[in-house]
């Protein structure tokens, strides 16, 4: 059993950065494929971004890209994802995930991850 806490959100200004953190326990996520999702009020939960075993494929959502980075450290089971030049339309939720199938690809679709944290908030104010 996998359990992930994620932390780092809160209240931004439009244009600042904030970087999350995604830690687990109970297991190694060497082997993991991580994904970050976010859900606001009233939408689907959205792919943001994945990151594959070993780091080496990063897809992102076109709404992220160039703006977002996610990266992992194997070492502390944790998994991050670092937001700049935030805009109001990215205040959501934002949730990891765990999915213990190893492929090269990373999946980006939700109901293919296995483990999910609780959330945690990010407001952009504009």
């Known amino acids: 059993q996998v359990q992930l806490v994620e932390s780092g959100g809160g209240l931004v200004q439009a244009g600042g950065s904030l970087r999350l953190s995604c830690a687990a326990s109970g297991r190694t996520l060497s082997n993991y494929a991580m994904g970050w999702f976010r859900q606001a009020p009233g939408k689907e939960r959205e792919f943001v971004t994945a990151i594959n075993w070993n780091g080496g494929v990063t897809p992102y959502a076109d709404s992220v890209k160039g703006r977002f980075t996610i990266s992992r450290d194997n070492a502390k089971n944790t998994v991050y994802l670092q937001m700049s030049s935030l805009k109001p339309e990215d205040t959501a939720v934002y949730y990891c995930?765990?999915?213990?199938?190893?492929?090269?690809?990373?999946?980006?679709?939700?109901?293919?991850?296995?483990?999910w944290g609780q959330g945690t908030q990010v407001t952009v104010s504009s």
């Open positions: 995930a765990a999915d213990r199938r190893v492929f090269r690809q990373p999946a980006t679709i939700a109901t293919l991850y296995e483990y």
